[in-house]
T-cell receptor, first 115, second 112 residues
Framework: DTGVSQNPRHKITKRGQNVTFRCDPISEHNRLYWYRQTLGQGPEFLTYFQNEAQLEKSRLLSDRFSAERPKGSFSTLEIQRTEQGDSAMYLC?????????????FGEGSRLTVL | DAKTTQPNSMESNEEEPVHLPCNHSTISGTDYIHWYRQLPSQGPEYVIHGLTSNVNNRMASLAIAEDRKSSTLILHRATLRDAAVYYCILRDVRGSNYKLTFGKGTLLTVNP
């Protein structure tokens, strides 16, 4: 499978714990995005990388959230001191700069439940 | 990003055509119209996009009004696998990061 891969697919944690999600984009894609989706809502943009540089962060990304893409390949999204309001699906997407449609390819997401 | 308006939900019957409307009265000249869909328990997937002319691909057709203030996604023969949330999104071609801003979309139910 050469699509966007996200791990873990499901994570249940207790409030106050830290969690980390990993995203492996399509190999030649230099753009990577993180989104968050709650029930009944469309995905909300969190942050964007071009190669290893984090170029945009939403104000939704509080200081408990940190995202990295150290070598311009895979990315991690860490949530510290989780709160119940962090329960959501976290989606990763990648795209290729310069590609005509600018199509974003999404992974299947990582579902977080904070108890 | 310019705003789009879609019905919350629509229903169709299997093997019949489906027309999903989208209003975008504040669209600018540099906004492309993109459609994505999200099947249950999956991430969104690209369906089609266009600027001014109608577009066809293997998944769907996109009909764009002459004044570009509205568009319609056409599924020619709906199948049960087309049941999904469909998002109409405007994206400025001048944007440097190709970020997509999703609304709530239209939940399409397909009846057997």
């Amino acid at each position: 499978d050469t699509g966007v891969s996200q791990n873990p697919r499901h994570k249940i944690t207790k409030r106050g714990q830290n969690v980390t999600f990993r995203c492996d984009p399509i190999s030649e894609h230099n753009r990577l995005y993180w989104y968050r989706q709650t029930l009944g809502q469309g995905p909300e943009f969190l942050t964007y990388f071009q190669n290893e540089a984090q170029l945009e962060k939403s104000r939704l990304l509080s200081d408990r959230f940190s995202a990295e893409r150290p070598k311009g390949s895979f990315s991690t999204l860490e949530i510290q001191r989780t709160e119940q309001g962090d329960s959501a699906m976290y989606l990763c997407a990648s795209s290729l700069r310069g590609e005509n449609t600018g199509e974003l390819f999404f992974g299947e997401g990582s579902r977080l439940t904070v108890l | 990003d310019a705003k789009t308006t879609q019905p919350n939900s629509m229903e169709s019957n299997e093997e019949e055509p489906v027309h999903l409307p989208c209003n975008h009265s504040t669209i600018s000249g540099t906004d492309y119209i993109h459609w994505y869909r999200q099947l249950p328990s999956q991430g969104p997937e690209y369906v089609i996009h266009g600027l001014t002319s109608n577009v066809n691909n293997r998944m769907a057709s996109l009909a764009i009004a002459e004044d570009r203030k509205s568009s319609t996604l056409i599924l020619h023969r709906a199948t049960l696998r087309d049941a999904a949330v469909y998002y109409c999104i405007l994206r400025d071609v001048r944007g440097s990061n190709y970020k997509l801003t999703f609304g709530k979309g239209t939940l399409l139910t397909v009846n057997p």
